[in-house]
Each structure stands twice: as C-alpha cells, then as structure tokens.
C-alpha cells in the first residue's frame, strides 16, 4: 500500500503565505522515458492502440499521447524492429514527421492490448507524481483575509456575520455545514467559496496506478486554461509536460443524485478502465453536496464514508483487483443543507465538521439591495417604494418570511410579464401583484376539505369546508419563523 505520511503532514501544516494563491508552476516536460515515471510496456502499448485508429505522423502521435516524440522514439523504434509498426511515407526529413502505420502483426497486438484495457490518449501520470504535485498545491494555497472574502463574494449581497464565519473555515481547510430555511443562498454561497479561494492548479488527464489506469480530468468539473493561454500569449513559455492540464481550482457540485458508488472509482467493465470518483475530481478545491439528506442514500452512510478522510485527510480507493491505495483528501467539503443538522447527523460526526453555519433569511434592508441588484442586472429601473409596497402587500400581512431568492424570481416573473404584453420592461403594483399571485400560494383560496371516513358523497347542500390557515399548504416562504439573519442574493 502506497503511504502518504508526508504528504498529509504537508498538506495540515504547510506554510501557505497570507496572499492570493500566485501562478502555480508547471510541470517540467519529460526528456527520457525514465523522467515520465511510466514503463515502456504501458508507453508501447498506448502507442499500438493509437495507431490501432489509422496512420499518424509521429507528431500527431506526440499530440494525442502527450508526450515529446523524443521520449516515443525508443518505442516507435522497438515496434518497427518487432514488424508491428511500418512507415507509409514522410512529410519531412526526420522520423518525427514520418507516416507510421501497424502492420497485420501490429493491428493483431493492438487487439490484445485493447482486451487489457481500451483506454487511448494523453499517457497517465504515476500516482508517485500526482502525490507530489497535491503537496506542492498545498504549499501554494495562502490564507485569505476580509478583504479577498469579500472580492470573492461581491457578486453577493452577503452578512459581515456569515462572511466571519466563512473565512476562517476556508483558511482552516475543513468542512463547513450549511443550513437554514430554503431559498437564502447556501447553494451559491458554496460555489462562491471555489471562486473566493482562487488561483489555478494542474490536473492530470489520468493516473496510473498498479498498472491500471484512473481518468481524472473531466470537462464538465474542470475548466481549462489552456486555450486561453493560447489565444492570449505570442511568446511560447517553456516546455511543460502536456499530461497535466492547466485549471481553475475546480467546484464540484453534487445534489440529490449523489450515491455511494459515486465515491469510489468506477470501473467500466467494457473499456476495463477507472474513472476518478468526484472527491478526487475535486481536490485541491471545494466539493459541494448540496440538499445533503435528501440523497437517494441514508445520511448516515454518506457520513460514515467519510469519517476517516474527514479526520486524516487521506482517502482510501480500491481497484477491482482488489489493491487498495491512499490518495490526498485536499477538499474543502461543503454541506448543504435545509434540514435540522442534528436530524441527519450525530455528535461523532459533526464533530468532524467544525463549521457551523446558519443561513438565514436576509433583512429588510438586505432584501431591498439584493431587489436592486437584480434591477439593475435585467435593465430595469429601482424603486425602493416598490420594496416597500411588495412588504406591505404581500409579506407582512401574511407574515410571510422574506427569502434571498424571491427578489430574482419575482423580477423574472415581472419581465415575463411585460414580453408577454408587449410592454416596455418595467416595474409596477399591479405587475408586482401578478407576479406574487403565480409565485405565493394563495392563502385565501379555499380548498376542498377531505370527506371525513364513513360519510360519503357530500350532496348538493353539505358544507365546503375550506382549509383553516393552519392547515392550508404552506407557500414557499411560509415555514420559517423569519428568523433575521444575513442570507446572500441568488
């Protein structure tokens, strides 16, 4: 079993800076086989399975396994002199621009290899390596302060009391917990963590380990710099190795689709090789389970698979060979969550998350903020007295609770409006009225009691007994007590 002893010493105690992650250095390209870290059996046998697809050059052959043709030579070489590769032409003078093509004897290994495994590609870094590179990240991250946080979340309009609570658990690295009354932010506050602590990271595009092979780089979760770097530089930087991918420290979010075996790696018994499970997608950045407890799972088996990494900041994957081995847990787990913690969790595990944070509903004067914000990013035009008539009309008689997001909704319900009537986009009683009669239900409606058991078809003449305020369903702000707190703008 492979020991990460050091590695989780240095990712709990390395000595980040208090500054903004800087530009993470790259990892140097590989000048000899022996400098990739891989065997020349796994190296010989991407090769046969990339030609396996038609004739490449051998620079089109370094693009697609990601590794100089200077390292692919000795290979491409040894195939020759084993009658399984042939050259059909050159488009240059030297070997890297020749025509390289499998022979009959060469198209027969590539079938064997792809019954090995049917992975093809950007060759895999060792596990060694991405160890090492995880270490390095750690060391690189720095410490936030008020001023970063609050770069990082002005797109929100966010409590001091929150953002308080949130700084020293990003600094701290360990997991936060969520929680409060549905619709005040917790979801983007989650996200907003990824993009307050910053910076960028390589990722491989796959691992090796024990032979077998672990795909890590997913275009849904990671975004890649790459291109960007492309577009925006004429001077080439130094050669990096091209099995690394440049990204933003990555958010992944998962929500009431997550699942146990979402967690362990999975093997595709028809192409019999590994994809990352999410937490290892996300390290080195923020893993949000949001709606945590409304999985198709219990919480307690999500929780309980999770204690260990929690505590020693290590996870333990196994291949279906039965090989168990360590990888670093560098993530920030972020819980998310509209149900009482102590309903999905006990004291042993939320004790293991040592941040605790109540998300509450936002204040009057939160609320009027977030309302122009969202004027202001639909082009239409504030008017605080239009907050003060929504309050009047709709929230206080009901006593209903002000959410984060019903300024969003009811001004998309109100531009909805004005494009159905053909109307200049703009903000009005009645228009605010219309809105909040498709968003709230409505409590004066009456609705139909139950019969009662045993008493069968009402006649003509019974009584229609409407639902009581206590009994009617509730609308979508109406189960909390309004507690006052500082939830964030949508």
Not at 185 to 213: C, F, N, S
Not at 280 to 289: C, I, M, P, Q, R
């Amino acid at each position: 079993m492979i020991k990460l002893t050091d590695v989780v010493g240095g990712l709990q105690a390395s000595g980040a800076s208090l500054q903004a992650p800087g530009p993470v250095a790259a990892p140097p390209a590989p000048h000899t086989l022996a400098d990739t870290g891989l065997g020349a059996d796994l190296v010989e046998q991407l090769l046969i399975k990339t030609l396996y697809g038609g004739e490449a050059t051998g620079l089109a052959l370094s693009e697609r396994i990601c590794l100089p043709f200077a390292v692919l030579e000795p290979s491409v070489e040894r195939a020759r002199a084993e009658q399984l590769v042939e050259v059909r032409g050159a488009t240059g003078t030297t070997s890297s621009s020749y025509r390289y093509s499998l022979t009959d004897l060469g198209r027969d290994r590539a079938r064997q290899y792809l019954d090995i495994n049917q992975y093809t590609g950007a060759a895999p870094v060792p596990l060694a390596a991405y160890v090492a590179r995880m270490r390095t990240l750690a060391a690189t991250r720095g410490y936030i302060d008020r001023d970063r946080l609050r770069e990082g979340f002005s797109h929100l309009v966010i409590g001091d009391r929150v953002l308080e609570q949130l700084g020293p658990a990003v600094n701290a690295n360990k997991a936060v917990f969520l929680y409060g009354e549905p619709g005040n932010g917790k979801t983007v506050i989650g996200e907003g963590l990824g993009r307050t602590i910053g910076g960028e990271m390589y990722m491989p595009h796959a691992i090796e380990v024990d032979g077998q092979i672990i795909v890590m780089f997913d275009p849904i979760n990671h975004e890649r710099l790459d291109e960007e770097d492309n577009r925006s530089s004429l001077i080439a930087g130094a050669p990096r190795d091209r099995r690394w991918v440049r990204i933003r420290r990555p958010v992944v979010i998962a929500g009431g689709e997550l699942t146990l075996d979402m967690l362990d790696l999975t093997f595709n018994p028809g192409s019999r090789f590994y994809e990352a499970p999410l937490q290892l997608k996300a390290n080195g950045g923020v893993f949000l389970v949001d709606d945590f407890g409304r999985q198709r799972i219990r919480p307690e088996d999500l929780l309980n698979r999770w204690i260990v990494p929690l505590e020693s900041r290590v996870d333990y994957l196994t291949l279906h060979t039965g090989k168990k081995f360590q990888v670093p847990f560098d993530v920030l787990i972020v819980f998310a969550t509209n149900l009482e913690p102590s309903s999905l969790a006990d004291e042993a595990f939320l004790r293991r998350i040592p941040y605790k944070i109540a998300i509450g509903n936002p204040s009057i004067g939160e609320f009027t903020s977030i309302f122009e914000l969202n004027c202001r990013r639909r082009g239409l035009k504030f008017h605080q007295v239009m907050v003060a008539y929504l309050h009047r009309r709709h929230y206080r008689p009901e006593e209903r609770p002000m959410r984060a997001c019903h300024p969003r909704d009811l001004l998309d319900q109100v531009a909805a409006l004005c494009r159905y009537r053909r109307i200049e986009a703009t903000i009005t009683r009645e228009l605010l009225d219309a809105a909040c009669q498709s968003y709230f239900v409505d409590s004066e409606v009456s609705v139909p009691a139950a019969p009662s058991s045993g008493s069968g078809t009402r006649g003509p003449g019974s009584a229609q007994t409407a639902y009581s305020p206590e009994s009617r369903v509730p609308d979508p702000g109406s189960r909390s007590s309004g507690r006052k707190s500082h939830g964030p703008h949508l």
